[in-house]
T-cell receptor, first 114, second 116 residues
Framework: NAGVTQTPKFQVLKTGQSMTLQCAQD?????MYWYRQDPGMGLRLIYY???????DKGEVPNGYNVSRLNKREFSLRLESAAPSQTSVYFC?????????????FGDGTRLSIL | AQSVTQLGSHVSVSEGALVLLRCNYSSSVPPYLFWYVQYPNQGLQLLLKYTSAATLVKGINGFEAEFKKSETSFHLTKPSAHMSDAAEYFCAVTLGGDTGRRALTFGSGTRLQVQP
């Protein structure tokens, strides 16, 4: 029962470095999401993909890019990391974008930018 | 725009006591509401969801929540706290109607401590 798998689990970067966070789901879900979690702020949506081949900006997209590689995989890229991007990043997936379809989350990637 | 407010960033109860975690929402259209739980170093797990079928929703681990439209609330309760309930709890909302916006908006979370 893998569900949503995120790699890596931990990463330390220097300011200006680039990095891609990987996410894969094995539930045949159509929709996938990237969130960041910061203390006292809950989770904020960075980007989402309603279906394979589409991506849309969320609440906090600046400094990030995404790729929906195929139905299973949705990656998040930091082109030039900044200390403000230090956070825990969560990938999630759902069957579709119908309102009553819950999202399933990975265990997160803890990213520190020095 | 949709939003969620969770009252109390930290709640502490004794084992066996009632758990009450508060959530109020703001939405211009009928909302869909969710409660998620996050254990340390893990992702979020769905506890329960409200999708307009019934106002009292039962979830996993003995939790339930009641949707009250007049109070714009969706508070989470459990009659008797267990040590294993210690975690962070998030209320989330997504909009109904043809809004084009399907992703969840989360509250800032409430950390539940259970004292022995």
């Amino acid at each position: 029962n893998a569900g949503v798998t995120q790699t890596p689990k931990f990463q330390v970067l220097k300011t200006g470095q680039s990095m891609t966070l990987q996410c894969a789901q094995d539930m045949n879900h159509n929709s996938m999401y990237w969130y960041r979690q910061d203390p006292g702020m809950g989770l904020r949506l960075i980007y989402y993909s309603a279906s394979e081949g589409t991506t849309d900006k969320g609440e906090v997209p600046n400094g990030y890019n995404v790729s929906r590689l195929n139905k299973r995989e949705f990656s998040l890229r930091l082109e030039s990391a900044a200390p403000s991007q230090t956070s825990v990043y969560f990938c999630a997936s759902s069957e579709g974008v119908r309102h009553n379809q819950p999202q399933h989350f990975g265990d997160g990637t803890r990213l520190s930018i020095l | 725009a949709q939003s969620v407010t969770q009252l109390g960033s930290h709640v502490s109860v004794s084992e066996g006591a009632l758990v009450l975690l508060r959530c109020n929402y703001s939405s211009s259209v009928p909302p869909y509401l969710f409660w998620y739980v996050q254990y340390p170093n893990q992702g979020l797990q769905l506890l329960l969801k409200y999708t307009s079928a019934a106002t009292l929703v039962k979830g996993i681990n003995g939790f339930e929540a009641e949707f009250k439209k007049s109070e714009t609330s969706f508070h989470l309760t459990k009659p008797s706290a267990h040590m294993s309930d210690a975690a962070e709890y998030f209320c989330a909302v997504t909009l109904g109607g043809d809004t084009g916006r399907r992703a969840l908006t989360f509250g800032s979370g409430t950390r539940l401590q259970v004292q022995p």
